[in-house]
Nanobody
């Protein structure tokens, strides 16, 4: 059973940093693009970041570009989201995702194949 499990969320103050992790198991995710999305209360799901299967290319949503960094460790089957200079508007549930095509995550071209259960990030002002 393919599974994505996020960790690392929590309550921080504005300006702080936080690193989210997503551990993948039950499937060979090394050939999959991986990504992060978030959903704030009362808002639609929002693309945060994505990384290609080989880690060669990364993509970011405009609100986080320059502050967040996505990376992956193929040996550990884990993808990370380093979040710096956090703002109260970054408060959301963050979800890990995996799909064969990075475009599916960036352009919302279709349903994403795998999702994690989410981890809460709360940034106080």
């Amino acid at each position: 059973q393919a599974q994505l499990v996020e960790s690392g969320g929590g309550l921080v103050q504005a300006g702080d940093s936080l690193r989210l992790s997503c551990a993948a198991s039950g499937h060979t995710f090394s050939s999959y693009a991986m990504g992060w999305f978030r959903r704030a209360p009362g808002k639609d799901r929002e693309f945060v970041a994505a990384i290609t299967w080989d880690g060669g290319s990364t993509y970011y949503g405009r609100p986080v570009k320059g502050r967040f960094t996505i990376s992956r460790d193929t040996v550990k089957n884990t993808v990370y989201l380093q979040m710096n200079s956090l703002k109260p508007e970054d408060t959301a549930v963050y979800y890990c995702a995996a799909d064969a095509y990075v475009a599916t995550m960036i352009d919302a071209t279709g349903p994403i194949k795998y999702w994690g259960q989410g981890t809460q990030v709360t940034v106080s002002s």
